[in-house]
């Protein structure tokens, strides 16, 4: 059974952590009981810096168990009031067990007006997924949940890279009620993001070849920018917001490891 | 309804007095005393009408009373034959005679409308009050109204969802027989988890039958919200060749994902912005577990139901078991043949558990048969057991149809299909939906 575009195939076998952070739980409180998780990540340790992170003020959104491990939709939100003294400068997301578990980095500037990102990611297992958030007055927020990835019998995967739609992209902006009220954007690109860790049908590796950047600027000015790793999933999808002073023009930029860049533009107007 | 009730429990009970020196031959060795006791099961579908018939089988001194409201269930296993005219309605039907007269089981046409895991009684609508020493429920799913924008039960009377078979099928039947040819029939697929991951693919299969059989230029839009699906190269290579370009299969991520519905324009909106219009829409919406396992106090935030693996016993309420679609039992899929065989395994813990003696451990097996036109049958089977405490699927023990294999072999399969439908409403209703 050919898993698509990642190294190893998910084990069918199931990883415990699951069940050992609810037993936890029931004892310590969610916040506690998964705690040593970003302690246990180097790459989300030193991001922590000597700092132990706020648990509350952040949630992280996404299922309790996925029966497709390749695209698991994971969103984060911060509580914070984004105006251009105190808002979250960036937010990070890693699987702590993939082979390389940076999923993504995102930065923020005050134009997004809400701090909330969502995103497709690809979990090797089942495994904690952790999100870190940075704030401009010098907060760091992190939370932890753990995620149970299974294969359901009936779901026999298929390598379904559309590679015709390659670099197809996708964007919808809604319109804001007010000027300054931040406005939904989701946006797609079709990409196979291969890990470079995967063997093709021959036997053959598949050389690396991911989206490493996305940018978005309003009117020219930048809005969010964000690292993605091997980690997100196919098809890197995006949701966050703006909030436009003005109506205008939303570019948004995605740049491939060799250097091509794809762009969309989508007109942002003013309800 | 109550006095019935308790004439069926007198009965039990002569019963008990007069099987207690007949010991069956089911394997278990039966101790005498104790080994009876009260088990109330809600739902005859797949997974509760076969609860109640192996407990009863396999230890007739229990009294097993059945809830369900209707009289005649109609199966959503091969609902899309008949969507696509190849079976009759009423051969998808099963009643309940076999559970009354020949295994003894008391069967109450109505719903449970609540259940009180303190004191172990739970409620009918019409009103009974009856109590269980342990409780299964099977009540399959509920389309999750509002989960999907403008999708309610009324916008179901204009775009069905057919998802659960009866009126709903019929209705969809009727709108597919009044299209005009060259009608778009449109079917929008939720995320998973939902009820039977094949269903949808083999849905649009039939419903290309039939319109290649009487409205040859009509289309097929299938709107998914997933990248990937159930047995996909074997039933894209099966539309192809049996249906060239008729169906077009739209992904995730080429703007599948339907996000909003307008019944009355049998209109549809994607994530991204696109609009469909159909002649024929058929929604299937995301699900959660039957609302009785909510009142139970079953179900996590998920609306679905965790349960300890090898028993299937709630993970969070002692007596009370589950069954069948309304579970999490991932990697098992939410199939008819899932739901008999785990409750196949609830009846055999039940009735170890009555008696005193330890559950015997189990492993349960799946096999989804779908038809993509007549003599051409693929499958997926799967066998599962416990492993480092969670349900995993044994390695090597299942298998999926070859991608190229002769006509000779699709039509073997499809008669196997047709076969398995047979032996397991059969093993369900004692009916076989000839
Ligand atoms: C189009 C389609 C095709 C399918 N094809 C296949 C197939 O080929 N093979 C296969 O294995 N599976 C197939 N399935 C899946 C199969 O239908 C389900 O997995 C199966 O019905 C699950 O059994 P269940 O007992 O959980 O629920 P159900 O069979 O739905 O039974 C639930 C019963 O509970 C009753 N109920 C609910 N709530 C209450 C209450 N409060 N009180 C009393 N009664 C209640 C309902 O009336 C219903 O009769 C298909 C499904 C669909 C939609």
Redesign the pocket.
């Known amino acids: 059974m050919p898993f698509a575009r990642w190294a190893r195939p998910i084990r069918r076998r199931d990883i415990l952590i699951a069940g050992a952070g609810v037993a936890a739980f029931a004892t310590l409180g969610p916040a506690r009981a998964l705690a040593a998780a970003w302690d246990r990540l180097p790459a989300a340790r030193a991001l922590l810096g000597d700092a132990e992170p706020e648990t509350a003020g952040i949630n992280l959104d996404l299922p309790l168990i996925s029966e497709d491990g390749s695209s698991v939709t994971v969103g984060v939100a911060v509580d914070s009031p984004m105006t251009s003294v105190d808002y979250v400068r960036s937010i990070h997301l890693f699987a702590e067990r993939n082979p390389s578990p940076e999923v993504l980095a995102a930065d923020f500037t005050p134009l997004v007006g809400r701090a909330e990102l969502t995103t497709r990611v690809r979990l090797n297992e089942s495994q904690t997924v952790i999100a870190i958030a940075r704030t401009s007055t010098g907060r760091v927020l992190a939370a932890a949940r753990n995620i149970r990835v299974t294969i359901s019998g009936c779901l026999v995967r298929a390598d379904t890279y559309d590679s015709e739609a390659d670099l197809n992209t996708r964007v919808r902006v809604s319109s804001p009620a007010r000027r300054g009220a931040p406005a939904e954007v989701l946006t797609l690109i079709n990409h196979p993001m291969e890990t470079g860790l995967r063997v093709d049908d021959a036997g053959d590796p598949v050389p690396e070849r991911i989206i490493r950047r996305f940018d978005a600027h309003l009117n020219g000015e930048a809005v969010m920018s964000a690292r993605l790793y091997r980690s997100l999933a196919a098809n890197p999808y995006l949701r966050f917001f703006v909030a436009p002073d003005a109506p205008g023009k939303l570019r948004l930029t995605w740049t491939e490891d060799t250097g091509r860049t794809a762009e969309a533009e989508a007109p942002v107007r003013l309800a | 309804m109550t006095v019935k009730l308790d004439r069926r429990r007198a009965l039990a009970l002569i019963g008990a007095a007069g099987t207690a020196a007949t010991l069956p031959a089911w394997g278990f060795p039966r101790v005498a005393k104790a080994a009876s006791g009260r088990v109330v099961v809600?739902?005859?579908?797949?997974?509760?009408?076969t609860a109640a018939k192996y407990v009863k089988r396999w230890n007739p001194d229990i009294d097993v009373t059945l809830?369900?409201?209707?009289e005649r269930?109609y199966?959503?296993?091969?609902?899309?034959l008949y969507l696509g005219g190849l079976r009759e309605f009423e051969s998808i039907g099963h009643d309940y005679d076999e559970l009354r007269e020949t295994y003894g089981v008391t069967v109450l046409h109505?719903?449970?409308?609540d259940v009180d895991p303190e004191a172990k009684v739970v409620r009918?609508r019409d009103g009974a009050a009856i109590a269980y020493d342990k409780l299964v429920l099977?009540?399959?799913?509920?389309m999750h109204w509002g989960a999907l924008d403008g999708y309610d039960e009324t916008a179901a009377e204009m775009a069905p969802h057919?998802?659960?078979?009866g009126p709903q099928t019929r209705l969809l039947k009727s709108q597919l027989e009044a299209m005009a040819d060259g009608g778009l029939f449109i079917l929008a697929a939720p995320a998973n988890p939902y009820?039977?991951p094949?269903?949808?693919y083999?849905?649009v299969a039939m419903i290309a039958h039939y319109f290649k059989t009487h409205k040859p230029r009509s289309k097929i839009l299938l709107l998914d919200a997933k990248d990937s699906f159930s047995k996909q190269p074997l039933f894209m290579d099966g539309w192809q060749s049996e249906y060239g370009d008729m169906i077009e299969w739209v992904s995730l991520s080429n703007d599948g994902k339907v996000v909003r519905v307008d019944a009355d324009a049998l209109e549809v909106e994607t994530e991204f912005g696109n609009r469909h219009k159909a002649d024929v829409l058929n929604v299937v919406p995301p699900q959660k577990a039957?609302?009785?396992a909510e009142r139970a106090g079953i179900t996590d935030a998920s609306g679905w139901v965790p349960v300890k693996p090898a028993t299937f016993e709630s993970a969070m309420v002692d007596d009370i078991y589950a069954?069948?679609?309304?579970t999490i039992a991932a990697p098992m899929p939410?199939?008819?043949?899932?739901?008999?065989t785990q409750?196949k395994v609830v009846a055999a813990v039940i009735v170890a558990e009555l008696a005193g003696r330890e559950p015997p451990s189990p492993s349960w097996a799946?096999?989804?048969?779908?038809l993509i036109a007549p003599g051409y049958g693929i499958s997926v089977a799967g066998v599962y057991h416990v492993a480092d405490g969670r349900i995993a699927e044994v390695e090597g023990a299942g298998g999926v149809s070859p991608r190229e294999a002769p006509a000779a072999f699709r039509e073997r399969e499809a008669r196997f299909?047709a076969a398995?439908?047979a032996a397991?409403s059969n093993d369900t209703w004692g009916t076989t939906g000839a």
């Open positions: 809600v739902g005859g579908g797949f997974g509760g009408a809830i369900e409201p209707a269930f199966t959503c296993p091969f609902s899309n109505t719903w449970a409308d009918t099977s009540p399959g799913v509920d057919a998802w659960k078979a009820r039977c094949p269903g949808p083999e849905r039957g609302f009785i069954v069948g679609d309304a939410k199939s008819g043949f899932c739901a008999n409750a799946n096999t989804c048969y779908s299909g398995w439908y397991i």
